[in-house]
Nanobody, 126 residues
Framework: QVQLVESGGGLVQAGGSLRLSCAAS????????MGWFRQAPGKEREFVAA????????RYADSVKGRFTISRDNAKNTVYLQMNSLKPEDTGVYHC???????????????????WGQGTQVTVSS
């Protein structure tokens, strides 16, 4: 089992920044590919960003490219999402996810992840 706990959400004005963190426990963190997803009210959960187990590969949704950066610190068992130039359409509950991998690939689909955190709310006001 892997437990994931997100933090760092909040209310921010458009154009502002937030840094989300996801702390993992329960297994060897460096064996897991990680991802961030978000869900707005009335919408399906959507992919935001992903990072490989070693951190060498990343992938972003087109809507956040150039504004968001995913990173990880395997010594601290934590994955981060730095969000800059936030827009009202970035509002939602942000979830991190983990899945055991034996390669250095990334996972962009919700179905590809076994473990999920409870989420942290991000609200961007216009």
């Amino acid at each position: 089992q892997v437990q994931l706990v997100e933090s760092g959400g909040g209310l921010v004005q458009a154009g502002g920044s937030l840094r989300l963190s996801c702390a993992a426990s329960g297994r060897t963190f460096s064996n897991y590919a990680m991802g961030w997803f978000r869900q707005a009210p009335g919408k399906e959960r959507e992919f935001v960003a992903a990072i490989s187990r070693g951190g060498g590969s990343t992938r972003y949704a087109d809507s956040v490219k150039g504004r968001f950066t995913i990173s990880r610190d395997n010594a601290k068992n934590t994955v981060y999402l730095q969000m800059n130039s936030l827009k009202p359409e970035d509002t939602g509950v942000y979830h991190c996810a983990a899945d055991r991998r034996w390669d250095d690939g990334v996972i962009t689909s919700t179905g590809g992840y076994e473990y999920w955190g409870q989420g942290t709310q991000v609200t961007v006001s216009s």
